[in-house]
Nanobody, 117 residues
Framework: QVQLVESGGGLVQPGGSLRLSCAAS????????MNWYRQAPGKEHELVAA???????SYADSVKGRFTISRDIDKNTVYLQMNSLKSEDTAVYYC???????????WGQGTQVTVSS
């Protein structure tokens, strides 16, 4: 069973930075894509950033130019570097891994990010 464990969330002031980590129990290269989602109170689940097995990245318009997704295959870890944080970035951030081979995806438990002065 694959496990995803997020870390790195916390309280940060507007304009600040955080780096989230998602450590997988297995090889992340086995997944078709690794994604970061977020959910703010009263809002829909939102796909924030994604990286494919082929290293193609994509971002929600709301975070383009501020967030960067990356991965370390040797450490089986995916990162989300978040810069120039805004209050509207406040949410629980979830790591997600997609496997077309197994026709399923996996989720982490989430990590809270709060942007407030």
């Amino acid at each position: 069973q694959v496990q995803l464990v997020e870390s790195g969330g916390g309280l940060v002031q507007p304009g600040g930075s955080l780096r989230l980590s998602c450590a997988a129990s297995g090889s992340i290269f086995s997944f078709d894509a690794m994604n970061w989602y977020r959910q703010a109170p009263g809002k829909e689940h939102e796909l924030v950033a994604a990286v494919t097995r082929g290293s193609r990245t994509s971002y929600a318009d709301s975070v383009k130019g501020r967030f960067t997704i990356s991965r370390d295959i040797d450490k089986n870890t995916v990162y989300l570097q978040m810069n120039s944080l805004k209050s509207e970035d406040t949410a629980v951030y979830y790591c997600n891994a997609v496997s077309s081979l197994l026709s399923r995806d996996y989720w982490g438990q989430g990590t809270q990010v709060t942007v407030s002065s």
